[in-house]
């Protein structure tokens, strides 16, 4: 499975940017989707998971109530609309699809995206 992540930039602290994960040729449908980051020096981390069937949503701490991710099986996409975007948030950002066990911190990634970069700064 080839996934691919776009929408990576450089904004400001305060705004936003929207992160786009597709997979030509395979149905991102039928599977729990999320979204993970790796910022320099650091463990890569869970950020935002959608579930299958349900479209449950989960997050982690530091992001809660200002990312969101959703998933549009027509587009066969996963988002992740980032909001009031700090500094810490600066980071390569992976789609992947996931093992899913019930919280951020345990699902397992089973295939990756190629990383988009998303560096928050003034």
């Known amino acids: 499975v080839q996934l691919q992540a776009s929408g990576g930039g450089s904004v400001q602290p305060g705004g936003s940017l929207r992160l786009s994960c597709t997979a030509p040729?395979?149905?991102?449908?039928?599977?729990?989707m999320a979204w993970f980051r790796q910022a320099p020096g650091k463990e890569r981390e869970g950020v935002a998971c959608i579930t299958y069937p349900a479209k449950d949503t989960y997050y982690a701490d530091s992001v809660k109530g200002r990312f969101t991710i959703s998933r549009d099986n027509a587009e066969n996409s996963v988002y992740l609309q980032m909001n009031a975007l700090k500094p810490e948030d600066t980071a390569v950002y992976y789609c992947?699809?996931?093992?899913?066990?019930?919280?951020?911190?345990?699902?397992?990634?089973?295939?990756w995206g190629q990383g988009t970069q998303v560096t928050v700064s003034s």
């Open positions: 992947a699809r996931v093992l899913w066990w019930g919280t951020i911190a345990t699902m397992s990634g089973l295939e």
């Open positions: 040729g395979f149905t991102l449908d039928y599977y729990p």
